[in-house]
């Protein structure tokens, strides 16, 4: 699609990070596509998630590629967790983090001027991205289009505690330019709520050097002073969660807007085609769901009627960012837990390779002969520990596993945390970076979560007994906890609130409204 597409107007989606980060916004983009067909439309993300492309495709939305990854694994992991690395560590990885980061934002730039080329933008155009995509904000200004923030969980980041003093200090009349900003223009507001990460040096330089913009936002890039005669729209900010959960504070923007949760689509969310087509045939999530190469897991969920139902267990990306490093460790404390209890289990390893070794590992000692077949690697799933665990490398939807279980331990990532409040069961929560220590003090607040776990009671670094024992028993307790009458009663009751939003359509209603329907007007 180069240029215009025809004299289209054209919408470029940009969202990066994890797949929790990246797949809400894409099927939002797709949602869009299908309901504003005159568009041309786009969704710019990482080549890691290339399973996105076909069902994107599906939506008449072109899906374009860049080479950076997700996240930078380990080395990233260690810095944000406070690890112990050497001088010379610490200067590799910032080495290995700036070419990266330089060759992110070039690809970026290559895309959206593919897009736009040199035809004039309409005022119909515009970009949305998501936190982890700021360079589509720079790059609005610079195709000179509107750019729309859409985001799937509460802003990752806060501004430093100094950075008000500094930014008065540094630019003060571009200070008083934002705090004298009239109603529904940028102001001070948006600018401490998520707009001050737009002024970090890393950026300003990329803005003049790259792009040929003042460094500075909102400035003459010739004098450096602030744009007196021109007041930017407060960006409008999509998302994708419920105002039944997060308290939307009054000092937050008038242009934020909370939707309800932005679930995709059933079909984007099978790792196998077979079971996505039966899933299409069947139009329902409550059938059988899963072809005859993945019953086995409809077996173990279904197997012991008399029995509760098993306890969901789930780690996504965490893996893939460094956090699981003794994979056995984190396998010993489900065995613990299933040896003190009579619980349950199924575990989804998120196709994370260390953590599949370890199962594959201990499914090849077994020696009983219905859980060595079982453990065959060729329907992605292993039985362990006399059948009460059952690991999934693959993926089904959450909408249609979470109310055949009983509780959900995850890593309080935001669309875990959907899938289960509106499945309504209670969860058991281990958060590990950003966001996610939110969502789990949230869910403890609301009373459909016990008290937050502490990562080592979940994933210890080392598989002494004295630390699996330990972890164990703290799991044991959170589950116990966690199926309470009470705590039960509570997820149920928000399930019913949750059951009458509609996230996605809400997002495109406002979005049309702040959008379309004012540049139609």
Same mark, same amino acid.
């Given at each position: 699609?180069?240029?215009?597409?025809?004299?289209?107007?054209?919408?470029?989606?940009?969202?990066?990070?994890?797949?929790?980060?990246?797949?809400? @916004?894409?099927?939002?983009?797709?949602?869009?596509?299908?309901?504003?067909?005159?568009?041309?439309?786009?969704?710019?993300?990482?080549?890691?998630?290339?399973?996105?492309?076909?069902?994107?495709?599906?939506?008449?939305?072109?899906?374009?590629?860049?080479?950076?990854?997700? @996240?930078?694994?380990?080395?990233?992991? &260690?810095?944000?967790?406070?690890?112990?690395?050497?001088?010379?560590?610490?200067?590799?990885?910032?080495?290995?983090?700036?070419?990266?980061?330089? !060759?992110? %934002?070039?690809?970026?730039?290559?895309?959206?001027?593919?897009?736009?080329?040199?035809?004039?933008?309409?005022?119909?155009?515009?970009?949305?991205?998501?936190?982890?995509?700021?360079?589509?904000?720079?790059?609005?200004?610079?195709?000179?289009?509107?750019?729309?923030?859409?985001?799937?969980?509460?802003?990752?980041?806060?501004?430093?505690?100094?950075?008000?003093?500094?930014?008065?200090?540094?630019?003060?009349?571009?200070?008083?330019?934002?705090?004298?900003?009239?109603?529904?223009?940028?102001?001070?507001?948006?600018?401490?709520?998520?707009?001050?990460?737009?002024?970090?040096?890393?950026?300003?330089?990329?803005?003049?050097?790259?792009?040929?913009?003042?460094?500075?936002?909102?400035?003459? =890039?010739?004098?450096?002073?602030?744009?007196?005669?021109?007041?930017? &729209?407060?960006?409008?900010?999509?998302?994708?969660?419920?105002?039944?959960?997060?308290?939307?504070?009054?000092?937050?923007?008038?242009?934020?807007?909370?939707?309800?949760? #932005?679930?995709?689509?059933?079909?984007?969310?099978?790792?196998?085609?077979?079971?996505?087509?039966?899933?299409?045939?069947?139009?329902?999530?409550?059938?059988?769901?899963?072809?005859?190469?993945?019953?086995?897991? &409809?077996?173990?969920?279904?197997?012991?009627?008399?029995?509760?139902?098993?306890?969901?267990?789930?780690?996504?990306?965490?893996?893939?960012?460094?956090?699981?490093?003794?994979?056995?460790?984190?396998?010993?404390?489900?065995?613990?837990?299933?040896?003190?209890?009579?619980?349950?289990?199924?575990?989804?390893?998120?196709?994370?390779?260390?953590?599949?070794?370890?199962?594959?590992?201990?499914?090849?000692?077994?020696?009983?002969?219905?859980?060595?077949?079982?453990?065959?690697?060729?329907?992605?799933?292993?039985?362990?520990?006399?059948? %009460?665990?059952?690991?999934?490398?693959?993926?089904?939807?959450?909408?249609?596993?979470? =109310?055949?279980?009983?509780?959900?331990?995850?890593?309080?990532?935001?669309?875990?945390?959907?899938?289960?409040?509106?499945?309504?069961?209670?969860?058991?929560?281990?958060?590990?970076?950003?966001?996610?220590?939110?969502?789990?003090?949230?869910?403890? #607040?609301?009373?459909?979560? =016990?008290?937050?776990?502490?990562?080592?009671?979940?994933? =210890?670094?080392?598989?002494?007994?004295?630390?699996?024992?330990?972890?164990?028993?703290?799991?044991?307790?959170?589950?116990?906890?966690?199926?309470?009458?009470?705590?039960?009663?509570?997820?149920?009751?928000?399930?019913?609130?949750?059951?009458?939003?509609?996230?996605?359509? !809400?997002?495109?209603?406002?979005?049309? !409204?702040?959008?379309?329907?004012?540049?139609?007007?």
């Amino acid at each position: 699609m180069a240029g215009g597409g025809g004299g289209r107007p054209r919408a470029v989606f940009m969202a990066f990070g994890t797949r929790g980060d990246v797949f809400p @916004v894409a099927a939002l983009a797709a949602a869009f596509a299908r309901d504003q067909q005159q568009y041309a439309v786009v969704f710019i993300t990482h080549s890691a998630h290339r399973s996105l492309s076909a069902h994107l495709a599906a939506s008449n939305v072109r899906c374009m590629p860049v080479s950076s990854p997700p @996240v930078l694994a380990a080395e990233q992991v &260690e810095n944000i967790s406070g690890g112990s690395q050497s001088n010379h560590e610490d200067e590799s990885f910032s080495s290995r983090k700036m070419t990266i980061q330089m !060759e992110h %934002r070039k690809e970026c730039l290559s895309s959206v001027e593919e897009v736009f080329g040199d035809d004039p933008n309409t005022n119909r155009d515009f970009i949305v991205i998501n936190f982890f995509a700021l360079e589509g904000w720079h790059l609005a200004e610079l195709f000179q289009v509107k750019c729309i923030i859409a985001a799937p969980y509460f802003v990752p980041y806060s501004a430093p505690s100094s950075f008000q003093r500094q930014f008065k200090h540094s630019f003060p009349l571009l200070y008083k330019y934002l705090q004298e900003g009239p109603t529904n223009t940028v102001c001070w507001t948006d600018i401490i709520h998520w707009m001050w990460a737009l002024f970090t040096e890393s950026w300003g330089s990329w803005r003049s050097n790259c792009l040929n913009l003042s460094p500075i936002p909102f400035t003459d =890039p010739v004098t450096n002073l602030p744009l007196w005669h021109v007041r930017e &729209e407060s960006p409008l900010l999509l998302y994708g969660f419920s105002k039944e959960i997060v308290e939307c504070p009054g000092y937050w923007p008038s242009s934020a807007h909370a939707c309800g949760f #932005w679930f995709l689509p059933t079909a984007w969310q099978f790792s196998c085609d077979k079971c996505m087509e039966l899933s299409r045939k069947m139009n329902s999530s409550l059938g059988s769901v899963l072809c005859a190469k993945h019953s086995s897991m &409809e077996h173990f969920l279904v197997e012991n009627s008399n029995s509760s139902r098993p306890v969901f267990v789930g780690l996504s990306s965490i893996g893939s960012m460094g956090f699981l490093r003794n994979p056995k460790a984190f396998l010993m404390v489900l065995k613990a837990a299933i040896e003190s209890t009579d619980y349950r289990f199924i575990l989804f390893s998120s196709g994370y390779q260390p953590l599949d070794s370890a199962i594959r590992s201990i499914a090849s000692s077994v020696t009983e002969t219905s859980e060595a077949e079982a453990s065959s690697p060729s329907d992605d799933g292993a039985l362990l520990f006399n059948g %009460r665990l059952f690991c999934f490398s693959g993926s089904v939807p959450y909408s249609w596993l979470f =109310p055949r279980c009983a509780v959900a331990i995850h890593h309080a990532g935001s669309g875990s945390t959907a899938a289960a409040l509106l499945a309504g069961i209670p969860q058991v929560l281990c958060p590990f970076l950003l966001d996610q220590f939110y969502w789990a003090e949230r869910l403890h #607040w609301l009373g459909v979560a =016990p008290a937050p776990l502490q990562r080592q009671h979940l994933i =210890p670094d080392n598989d002494d007994p004295s630390s699996i024992h330990n972890a164990a028993e703290v799991l044991r307790g959170a589950i116990k906890s966690a199926l309470l009458p009470e705590i039960k009663a509570q997820a149920t009751r928000i399930a019913d609130r949750l059951s009458f939003e509609d996230g996605i359509g !809400e997002a495109l209603r406002i979005l049309k !409204e702040r959008v379309l329907i004012q540049d139609q007007t």
